[in-house]
Nanobody, 128 residues
Framework: QVQLVESGGGLVQTGGSLRLSCAAS????????MGWFRQPPGKDREFVAG????????????NYADSVKGRFTISRDDAKDTVYLQMNSLKPEDTAVYYC????WGHGTPNIGQYDYWGQGTQVTVSS
């Protein structure tokens, strides 16, 4: 079993930045794909960013929702079993509960059904 715990959420003004962290425990996630999703108030959960496992010959791949490209960056530190989401130029529409998820197939795709483990979420609120 993998346990995921998100942190780093909070209240920020438009244009501000936050860095979310997702710490994994239970087993290493170095060969898991990892993803960040969010659920705005009254809406469905949606993909934000994903990162594949890092192979020695090919590195890792990342992908982003169009709405966050150029503003958000996903990264991972496998030595710490931690994944990050750096969020810059935040907008009110980024307000949501942000969830971290682990994909045992290693791809970190936008497909929400691909993920096996989920954290409890952290609230991000962007004021206008």
């Amino acid at each position: 079993q993998v346990q995921l715990v998100e942190s780093g959420g909070g209240l920020v003004q438009t244009g501000g930045s936050l860095r979310l962290s997702c710490a994994a425990s239970g087993r290493t996630v170095s060969n898991y794909g990892m993803g960040w999703f969010r659920q705005p108030p009254g809406k469905d959960r949606e993909f934000v960013a994903g990162i594949s496992w890092s192979s020695s010959w090919n590195g890792f791949n990342t992908n982003y929702a169009d709405s966050v490209k150029g503003r958000f960056t996903i990264s991972r530190d496998d030595a710490k079993d931690t994944v990050y989401l750096q969020m810059n130029s935040l907008k009110p529409e980024d307000t949501a509960v942000y969830y971290c998820a682990a994909d045992q197939w290693g791809h970190g795709t936008p497909n929400i059904g691909q993920y096996d483990y989920w954290g409890q979420g952290t609230q991000v609120t962007v004021s206008s």
